[in-house]
């Protein structure tokens, strides 16, 4: 199970987003003009497939662990982007090539009809697309690098962490799926990113 990625076969997963934001903002008291969107490993790509998808609405998204599934879009509008991704993720590898690295049979097969790009030139590409400087690099953390651009009305950034899973940065470890970081709370540097990216 999975979502049908914008510009992509399938069920009309955008239509069904694309409506229900509307339904809510129809019936509940919201800024039409702060508007997010946010997903791990599938949902990281479809939060960024909607930067397009849903014609310039958004005004930040957060991609961990897949930032690097859905490639950028053209032309995207001024879009905040904070994304996370471990060094040793085996299902969606931040060196990029097939996913799944660990899997069998069938899910082997599918896997290796795909190609991923490596994380940092997919964070890239969609930095250039933005028309972004940069990027200056720091260490906010001793296991953390963190990748940052200065776009006009938006800012992108990436946050490697060094030898972390395909897990969420501070949230409650889940072994099978490699080491989850306590260096990092991505929630809170998620809500801080939304907090500041500008209106829409």
């Keep these: ?13 955008t239509g069904f987003l694309t409506a229900l934001l509307a339904h809510l903002e129809r019936r509940l008291c919201v800024r039409a003009d702060r508007r997010f969107a946010a997903g791990m490993s599938y949902g990281a790509a479809m939060a960024t497939g909607l930067i397009c998808a849903l014609d310039g609405k958004l005004s930040a998204v957060a991609a961990v662990a897949g930032i690097n599934i859905a490639r950028p879009c053209r032309p995207p509008a001024p879009t905040t982007i904070i994304a996370f991704h471990g060094t040793d ?17 069938d899910l082997r097969e599918l896997a290796d009809l795909i190609v991923l790009d490596p994380v940092e030139r997919a964070t890239a590409g969609w930095a250039d697309l933005l028309g972004c400087a940069g990027p200056g690099t720091t260490t906010p953390a001793p296991r953390v ?27 409650m470890p889940v072994p099978r ?11 809170r540097l998620i809500l801080d990113a939304f907090d500041r990216a500008p209106s829409r």
């Design 145 to 171: 690098r963190l990748h940052d651009w200065t776009c006009p009305g938006a800012t992108v950034r990436l946050y490697t962490v060094t030898g972390g899973g395909h897990t969420w940065p501070g949230a």
């Design 1 to 13: 199970m999975g979502w049908t990625l914008p510009r992509t076969a399938g069920p009309d997963d």
């Design 89 to 105: 993720d085996r299902i969606v590898p931040y060196d990029g090539g097939h996913p799944f690295r660990d899997a069998t049979g």
């Design 177 to 187: 799926l490699g080491h989850t970081t306590s260096e990092l709370d991505a929630t």
